[in-house]
């Protein structure tokens, strides 16, 4: 099978624009996209290491998440992050334009980098990834998380495991992100003085921050939608 590719194309003032192509292993799920030779001491797993990371040293020396990072931050080290941005994004199934602020179209870019890094902490939001929507929403994140975890626990009673229909286990997943965007917003700072990167993990973490706390909502005003299967039988 050929790799999934998605293009986030920046388009700024002054007629510079920047450009990536993120290249996914359509079976692993996981960025193919060679790292650059000369990685920053910031990528160094110790650094700012998360204290629930499942890697050593002497297996993984660098930080898969900072990794696939370097090329995001070394681009916009002198981009502000309420900047005004033509983003577009471009997957084999259609195209996204959108106008936008540099932290926002960073923030998704990164929300993608993340999920496809090889960590386990982020590995849960691969199914978004692969099905990735460029700018989502906090509404649309909240569902599509919800109905992926759901999906997950289906294919968990499939196989006669027992299915986490509190999901008790997606809170959990959602406090970990918390954790590492904590600590990689911590080595991001250490790379750069421009605050349009930070802001980005800034703004993606305030989903994972809150997910545990307001699930039980969400999922209160999700319920209107379902009424057709609540109030009826499927026949």
């Known amino acids: 099978m050929k790799p999934i590719s998605i293009r986030y194309i920046f388009n700024m003032k002054g007629d510079r624009s920047e450009e990536f192509n ?37 297996s993984r020396p660098r930080c898969p998440v900072a990794v696939s990072l370097v090329g995001v931050i ?7 992050s309420h900047n005004e941005i033509d983003l577009t994004v471009i997957t084999n199934e259609r195209q996204v334009s959108q106008k936008t602020t540099a932290q926002k179209g960073v923030s998704s870019l990164v929300g993608l980098l993340f999920a496809t890094s090889g960590c386990p902490h982020t590995g849960y939001l691969k199914p978004m990834a692969r099905y990735h929507l460029p700018l989502a929403s906090e509404d649309e994140t909240y569902y599509r998380a919800i109905g992926m975890y759901l999906l997950a626990q289906y294919f968990l009673h499939n196989q006669g495991r027992e299915a986490d229909l509190e999901l008790e286990g997606l809170k959990l997943i959602y406090r970990n992100l918390h954790k590492l965007n904590t600590m990689i917003a911590e080595r991001i700072r250490s790379a750069t003085r421009a605050d349009s ?6 703004l993606l973490d305030m989903i994972s921050n809150l997910m545990p706390f307001v699930l039980d909502e969400q999922l209160h005003r999700l319920r209107h939608l379902f009424r057709s299967y609540t109030e009826s039988q499927i026949h």
Request: glycine share 0%.
């Open 22 to 58: 993120v290249q996914l292993d359509p079976d692993t799920l996981e960025i193919i996209n060679p790292p650059t030779d000369d990685l920053p001491d910031w990528t160094r797993l110790e650094f700012h290491q998360c204290s629930h990371c499942p890697f050593t040293i002497a």
């Open 197 to 202: 990167s930070v802001n980005a993990v800034v």
């Open 74 to 80: 070394d681009h916009f080290t002198n981009v502000v």
